[in-house]
């Protein structure tokens, strides 16, 4: 759904990203996607606890493989990693630094001090 925004969107982590968090920060638009100095972002598979009939945890289980592989085509995509090692990175939870998360594509810039008043905006105008 984000991309069928026309605006550019910019995601921020200012704690911690995990599971679809860090999904949706990674959907941000490439170049816009930032991260404070402390934080942490947690990649993994999708969750899910299911009870009932057989039958029906059989339609749930293969509900949430659909959903897994559909995720990891989804952080490949923005992070430009090959599937093969998303699949395996979100086998189990995969925690990132804010650095980490750059060099993994999750994010494009740590941002390490506020912007100056003085210095221009993100809309390249002085305030």
Sequence with gaps: TMHYVKCDIATLCMGQAASMGAVLLAAGTEGKR??????RIMLHQPMGGFQGQAS?????AKEILRMRQ??????????KQKLKKIQ?????????????????GVIDKV???RANPDEENSHGKRS
């Design 34 to 39: 930032y991260a404070l100095p402390n934080s």
């Design 56 to 60: 029906d945890i059989d339609i749930h």
């Design 70 to 79: 559909s995720l990891n085509t989804i952080l490949a995509h923005h992070t």
């Design 88 to 104: 395996v990175d979100t086998d189990r939870d995969f925690f990132m630094g804010a650095e980490e998360a750059k060099a993994y």
């Design 111 to 113: 941002l390490v001090k």
